[in-house]
């Protein structure tokens, strides 16, 4: 069974610093795109940071500077490092991993191109 699971959400001040992880099972991330994405409304989901599978990345406006995507070694794990958090990053976190990512508004898997997808994390930022 391929599949990812996000780790690492909690509820943290403003201004504060939280990492998370999305971890694979059963495959690892050669040759994958991965995305992280949150929703923070009810049919309201953001591409926030891509780690794509040549080493560059993707950062939304939004959290330039603030936030950063990397991986592990092995190739197990991508990372999600969140710093200077604002209330605004309030929102389940999700990763997803296939051929390419997309920003379409919508949080879920994608047949075809999209397919790996977890259960996600909530992160709460107050203040």
């Known amino acids: 069974l391929v599949t990812v699971a996000e780790s690492g959400g909690g509820s943290i001040q403003a201004g504060g610093s939280l990492r998370l992880s999305c971890t694979a099972s059963?495959?690892?991330?050669?040759?994958?795109?991965v995305g992280w994405y949150r929703q923070i409304r009810v049919n309201e989901c953001e591409l926030v940071a891509t780690l794509r599978d040549d080493g560059s990345t993707y950062y939304r406006g939004s959290v330039k500077g603030r936030f950063s995507v990397s991986e592990d070694s092995a190739k197990t794990t991508v990372f999600l490092q969140m710093n200077d958090l604002k209330p605004e990053d309030t929102g389940v976190y999700y990763c997803?991993?296939?051929?390419?990512?997309?920003?379409?508004?919508?949080?879920?898997?994608?047949?075809?191109?999209?397919?790996?997808w977890g259960q996600g994390t909530l992160v709460t930022v107050s203040g």
């Open positions: 997803g991993g296939g051929s390419t990512v997309s920003d379409d508004g919508y949080c879920g898997p994608r047949e075809g191109y999209l397919e790996v």
């Open positions: 059963g495959f690892d991330f050669v040759g994958v795109d």
